[in-house]
């Protein structure tokens, strides 16, 4: 069988994500009858638990094994930083439907801190969502005091710092940059500091249960009864508005642009007749994607040989998924930038008006796009 490594978060909060991204392989896995080259594919999959070392702990047990041929990964962005460092040393290429933090590929149009030869992505790079985030806030919400909350991990700060950049670019002041603990249970002291810096808005782009927890301390902060409350993509999912409910009325959310057409709608049928439901979230459409082309890159660096076997170089695959130009997504049309970013950027800011309608009731209500 060609084997293939599977790096998720399919422990804790995260996990539905994570789920979603195995789907979204498993259903481009399928619409190749579950094979490649002729062969049964085999998935290796190893759980990180949405925690850096747990990146660095499911990469090892990856490429111990000299057959497996690629890995597909990460869920959160801060396992992806460790996973592609052991992923890169061993000469193997990954990509992920989900990572989005910049500070993983590129920066204002160069490498980033923590970039690493062959890892991609087709999650959008989020150096575009703190800025759309800091647009929507200063010139539709006409705010000019912020706070910001990030805990601590590569994909927060990159968000809050993107938010902080944009938002003093554009005249507005953010008078706190504060940070939690993952794992924090109390939220009462940093967000009395926050309510002392007088925001009229808070950005917190955290992941359950942290962001949960500092949202229902927000509303019985006093000081923050007026301020507007803003967090990301990582809460735009049904276990969020369960586990929250009215606390979250009237909070923003910015994330990724959803893609529509027919493509997305026969995938959302294939979703339901495999799984017994629809999406829970948007995710595994763009893990989708990313297994695609990476099967794509797969079939263009792989030969057969005489004696019935198939080789594939590891850095032939690399140089295929580098050379991903116009691939047909059911996001529209990808390529594959230099750096692995291979998502279009394009955000949305959606406001829950109503947790009855759930998550599919706060994806229709956008009230800003920002596509640079």
Partial sequence: PLRLGVIQSLSGKVAPIGRDQVRGLELALARRGGALLGREVQLIVEDTGCRPEGGA???????????????????????????????????????????????????????????????????PNEEHAGPAAARFAFEKLGLRQAATVNDGDIYTRGLTEGFRAEFERLGGKVTLSATVNKGDENMAPVLEAVAAAKPQLVFFPLFQPEGNRVLEEARKTPGLQGAALMSDGALIDQSFIDAVGGAAVGMYFVGPTPPKGPDVDRL?????????????????????????????????????????SVRMVRQALRDALYATKDFKGVAGRLSCDEFGDCGRPAFNVLRLEDPAKGVQGLKANAVYTHAP
């Fill in 268 to 308: 959302v049928d294939e979703y339901v007749a495999k799984y017994g439901s629809t999406p829970p979230t948007d995710y595994y459409s763009s893990a989708f994607d990313a297994a695609s082309i990476l099967f794509e890159a797969i079939g263009k660096a792989a030969s057969a040989q005489k004696d019935g």
């Fill in 57 to 123: 702990n499911a990469a090892l047990k990856i490429v111990s094994d000299p057959s497996v041929a690629a890995i597909f990964g990460t869920t959160c962005s801060a396992d992806a930083a460790t996973a592609a460092q052991v992923m890169t040393e061993a000469g193997l290429s990954m990509i992920s439907g989900n990572n989005s933090a910049p500070f993983l590929t590129a920066m204002g149009g160069k490498r980033a801190p923590k970039w690493q030869p062959g890892f991609f992505r087709t999650a």
